[in-house]
């Protein structure tokens, strides 16, 4: 594990996404509440900020964090049968939360897919990155998505 002592405790914050896309009758199914095993997003929500609370024990060399806030959003897509999920970790600290996001919107896409694979088993995970990231000695990262 990386020796964090002498670094400056900064606000740290990192912002990541991911997709999971489906057959338009699951998203309907998760949208208007009637997967059998209850309300899809508000579970993958709670998996989300659980997951990234727990990232230390599930990726190796992670430090443990005290993180300060995490906040797991959905942008449904009807058009295209998907959900993109966004998560936000911030703390004040000497290292960066950039893995805690990520690990986020893993634990929230998976809990997605687990509710609802009995109706749809060909459901797609993707597109998992860091949109953005602050804090720390190499300052911000902002990544340029280009529309193709």
């Not at 727990?54 to 992670?62: D, V, Y």
């Not at 896409?109 to 609802?116: E, K, R, V």
């Amino acid at each position: 594990m990386v020796d964090v002592t002498d670094k400056e405790p900064t606000l740290r914050i990192a912002v990541a996404q991911g997709i999971i896309s489906m057959d338009p009758a699951t998203f309907e199914m998760i949208h208007d509440q009637k997967v059998k095993k209850g309300n899809v997003l508000e579970t993958a929500r709670i998996a989300g900020i659980m997951a990234a609370k727990k990232t230390s024990e599930l990726i190796p060399m992670c430090h443990p964090l005290n993180i300060t806030h995490i906040m797991v959003d959905f942008f449904p897509d009807k058009t295209a049968s998907s959900i993109r999920i966004e998560a936000a970790v911030r703390i004040f600290g000497r290292t960066g939360v950039e893995m805690e996001a990520l690990t986020a919107v893993s634990a929230a896409a998976l809990t997605i897919y687990d509710m609802c694979k009995s109706y749809d088993r060909a459901m797609v995970i993707s597109n998992i990155y860091l949109l953005e990231k602050s804090g720390g000695k190499n300052g911000v990262f902002v990544r340029k998505i280009t529309k193709t």
